[in-house]
């Protein structure tokens, strides 16, 4: 079998993603059978520039991250983008609803000035190169990322679910987080993570990004039935829905 050689690169991220896949343990082993590995900082210490899927954490900060991203392009016949930091900027896009420079300072302080430190407003990866293939979450889900794999090895497309976490939700029979009068981001947000959050007794905070055509209506619906308002839905996206 001719093994898909596959490099793994991460650019702003707190690298939950990665550590996700290390996390595989014994699954890992059996993704590293069916693929050639041939590039992951945080996994191994060799390095190439022949891949033919790359893979990709994290998000775009820094002017120079742009060109090295065209660079992984250029050399990948596919390209996914690993976790919410890459698929959509993620939490680093907080940034851009602020003055950059005040934002250094913050962060910095006096060493705000030295060049290593330059930023630039937070980009997805798809915002600065083509993207094949999403993998969604904060942290990803590891079932989804061996399911893409697998796909990919086998040359079919992966099928990433595009209808709203409450669908899940509600085939585990959770009772809805607005019953205790809290607000969730469900009815708007990408399935795919089996509800984790409602699961485990706390709302969905939107980690998996929008729905291509949210219902936006009826999400509106149930806020007003719970006695919220948009507002207040607005205020929680603001982790995961910045442009
Ligand atoms: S998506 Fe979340 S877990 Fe993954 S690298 Fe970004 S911040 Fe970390
Ligand atoms: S709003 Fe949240 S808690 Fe309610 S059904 Fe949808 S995902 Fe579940
Ligand atoms: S329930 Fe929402 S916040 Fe939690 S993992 Fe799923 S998409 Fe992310």
Redesign the pocket.
Same mark, same amino acid.
């Not at 904060?138 to 079919?156: H, T, W």
């Not at 959050?197 to 719970?226: H, I, K, L």
């Given at each position: 079998m001719n093994k898909p050689k596959v490099a793994i690169f991460d650019f702003a991220g707190c690298e939950g993603c990665q550590l996700q896949i290390v996390n595989m343990e014994e699954e890992i082993l059996d993704l590293i059978s069916i693929v050639r590995l041939v590039e992951w900082r945080e996994g191994m210490s060799e390095q190439s520039e022949e891949y033919d899927v790359a893979i990709v954490e994290g998000s775009i900060t820094r002017p120079q991250d742009e060109e090295k991203l065209r660079q992984i392009r250029g050399r990948a016949k596919i390209l996914v983008a690993l976790g919410a930091c890459a698929t959509d900027g993620g939490v680093n896009k907080m940034k851009n609803r602020f003055d950059l420079q005040e934002v250094k300072q913050v962060v910095y302080g006096a060493d705000s000035a030295l060049p290593h430190l330059d930023s630039a407003p937070t980009k997805a990866v798809d915002e600065v190169v083509p993207v094949d293939y999403k993998i969604y979450g904060c942290p990803i889900d590891r079932r989804e990322f061996a399911y893409v794999v697998r796909s990919l090895v086998m040359g079919k497309r992966p099928e990433i679910p595009n209808y @709203? +976490? &409450?669908v899940e &939700?509600?085939r585990k029979e959770?009772v &809805?987080?607005?019953e205790y009068q809290e607000i969730?981001l469900? @009815?708007i947000t990408r399935a795919g993570c089996d509800?984790r959050c409602?699961s485990f007794g706390t709302? &969905?905070f939107g980690c998996r990004g929008s729905v291509d055509e949210s219902n936006v209506q009826a999400a509106r619906e +149930?806020m007003e039935r719970y006695g919220k308002n948009v507002e207040d839905l607005e205020d929680r996206m603001l982790l995961f829905s910045n442009k």
């Amino acid at each position: 079998m001719n093994k898909p050689k596959v490099a793994i690169f991460d650019f702003a991220g707190c690298e939950g993603c990665q550590l996700q896949i290390v996390n595989m343990e014994e699954e890992i082993l059996d993704l590293i059978s069916i693929v050639r590995l041939v590039e992951w900082r945080e996994g191994m210490s060799e390095q190439s520039e022949e891949y033919d899927v790359a893979i990709v954490e994290g998000s775009i900060t820094r002017p120079q991250d742009e060109e090295k991203l065209r660079q992984i392009r250029g050399r990948a016949k596919i390209l996914v983008a690993l976790g919410a930091c890459a698929t959509d900027g993620g939490v680093n896009k907080m940034k851009n609803r602020f003055d950059l420079q005040e934002v250094k300072q913050v962060v910095y302080g006096a060493d705000s000035a030295l060049p290593h430190l330059d930023s630039a407003p937070t980009k997805a990866v798809d915002e600065v190169v083509p993207v094949d293939y999403k993998i969604y979450g904060c942290p990803i889900d590891r079932r989804e990322f061996a399911y893409v794999v697998r796909s990919l090895v086998m040359g079919k497309r992966p099928e990433i679910p595009n209808y @709203p +976490v &409450c669908v899940e &939700c509600k085939r585990k029979e959770n009772v &809805c987080r607005y019953e205790y009068q809290e607000i969730c981001l469900g @009815p708007i947000t990408r399935a795919g993570c089996d509800a984790r959050c409602p699961s485990f007794g706390t709302w &969905c905070f939107g980690c998996r990004g929008s729905v291509d055509e949210s219902n936006v209506q009826a999400a509106r619906e +149930v806020m007003e039935r719970y006695g919220k308002n948009v507002e207040d839905l607005e205020d929680r996206m603001l982790l995961f829905s910045n442009k």
